[in-house]
């Protein structure tokens, strides 16, 4: 794998954000309710996209992706129901397949999700809702087999933790199921939001997105639409705080400030100076920031994907800090990594204490999974000297342009395809 070389800079001007990658991952899954064709705008370029895009072409459907404008087109019917382990190891949303091809083609067949290494990441939730749902659901040899029964008119899924993949998955499918179905507990995240906006362009009826229950009358087929998915609020987060742990001040514009209510919290507890505009977030840091406290939560708490960012933020802040992981409570991989880098923090449980330092020192380090990548190339700028972050990869599954937006930024950054290999 490559690596990305980054020298202390400030990070200040202007950034503008892509679509989200989370609204297009499960909207992407979505599409394959209906054989009618689907425009979608404002789809990012990555390679978690791409390699959804791969799995509807294995499905056998047709897919034109216009990298230039981010608009993908999608129509056909589905011709295969298995899904292959090279497309389904790479990411975890490849997972809300499983139901929609069941749902339009009578079953289907996966093996176990991959995704980022932050720790158990069980599906549990996805296999009893589906069962709920009438799918007749089993498991054998590392393949999960979905088969599609009879749905009781009227049914309640109550998720034991509310599981933004899971409450995705589920409605989808209840989308064209008979009768209705409630999703109690249900994640509360702006992407289903934007995933019930896409279902009822395409015919569904749902209501409640945004609430823990949600409320789908299932209807008899969905039809094709045009759709434009939200501004990505982890990609928005991930720039601010770059911004601010460098010391600059700048600008991010195409964010929907309402997304990030527990950020701009935090953040302002921290001292730095947040100004809200219509579409654009302006940012300016103090010289000196002070350590705060933070609960990782499901939204609108604050979110899991911020954590290693935030967490680069508060080791260079004054006093102490204590940064609680509620959601994955393993995902601290960067911590390591940024001690090695000269920050004064340790785990207990599934917190992390931090004493605020003067300064992080430039090091080689390894990036684990994506946002802990993001973390690392951010605490690279804020670090004396150069910092090489290896395994970089990661960075390119979630952040459309990165190594373009951040030069623009003033950041001194390269790419190293390829890299020397791990030993
Ligand atoms: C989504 C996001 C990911 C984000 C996460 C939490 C996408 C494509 N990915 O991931 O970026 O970090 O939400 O905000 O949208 N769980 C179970 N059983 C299940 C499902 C989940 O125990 O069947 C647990 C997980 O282990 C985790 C918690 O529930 O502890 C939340 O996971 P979930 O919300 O499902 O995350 P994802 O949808 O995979």
């Known amino acids: 794998m490559g690596s990305i070389i980054v020298e202390k800079s400030v990070l200040q001007g202007e950034v503008e954000i892509s679509g989200a990658k989370n609204s297009a991952l499960p ?13 979608l705008h404002k789809i990012p370029v990555l390679s978690d996209v791409e390699t959804m895009i791969d799995i509807l072409r294995t499905a ?9 404008t981010g608009t993908v087109k999608v129509s056909g019917p589905i011709l295969h129901t298995h899904v292959p382990y090279e497309l389904v190891r790479k990411m975890r949303a490849s997972f809300n397949v499983l139901g929609p091809i069941a749902v339009m083609m009578g079953e289907s067949s996966t093996p176990l999700p991959g995704g980022c290494a932050i720790g158990v990441r069980p599906v549990d939730f996805h296999i009893e809702g589906l069962k709920k749902l009438g799918f007749d659901v089993n498991y054998d040899h590392g393949e999960i087999l979905a088969r599609r029964g009879n749905k009781s008119e009227d049914v309640t899924v109550y998720l034991p933790f509310p599981s933004v993949g899971a409450t995705e998955h589920l409605m989808s499918v209840a989308a064209v199921l008979p009768g209705t179905t409630v999703i109690e507990n249900a994640a509360m995240e702006p992407e289903i939001g934007d995933l019930q906006s896409l279902l009822n362009e395409m015919g569904a009826d749902i209501s409640g997105a945004g609430t823990s229950r949600i409320l789908i009358k299932g209807v008899k087929r969905l039809h094709g639409c045009e759709h434009t998915i939200i501004p990505d609020r982890i990609e928005a ?34 001292g730095a100076v947040v100004k809200k505009g219509e579409n654009f977030v302006e940012i300016k840091s103090w010289n000196k920031w002070r350590g705060c ?8 708490g604050f979110p899991t994907d ?8 508060l080791s260079l802040a004054q006093g102490t800090s204590m940064v ?15 001690v090695r880098m000269g920050a004064n923090m340790k785990i207990k449980e599934n917190t992390v204490i931090i004493n605020g330092v003067e300064k992080l020192q430039g090091t080689t380090v390894m990036g684990t999974d994506l946002r802990a990548t993001a ?18 990869e990661h960075i390119f599954r979630g952040y459309e342009n990165v190594i373009e937006k951040f030069s ?11 890299g020397v290999p791990e030993i």
Request: hydrophobic fraction near 45%; glycine fraction near 10%.
């Open 375 to 392: 973390a690392l190339v951010i605490a690279g700028f804020a670090a004396e000297g150069e910092t090489e972050v290896t395994q970089v």
């Open 324 to 338: 609680t992981e509620n959601v994955f409570k393993t995902r601290f991989a960067h911590v390591g990594e940024l």
């Open 306 to 313: 911020l954590q290693p960012q935030i967490i680069v933020y």
């Open 60 to 68: 056998g459907k047709n897919v034109v992706f216009e990298r230039d």
């Open 408 to 418: 623009k930024l003033g950041g001194k950054i390269r790419y190293v395809p390829g």
């Open 27 to 39: 909207i992407l899954a979505a599409v394959l309710l209906t054989d009618e064709e689907i425009v």
């Open 237 to 270: 987060g991930t720039y601010v705080i770059g911004i601010l742990a460098t010391g600059g001040e700048g600008i991010v514009r195409n964010v929907r400030t309402d997304h990030l209510d527990a950020l701009w919290a935090a953040l302002e507890k921290a």
């Open 293 to 300: 406290d933070i609960d990782v939560l499901p939204y609108p």
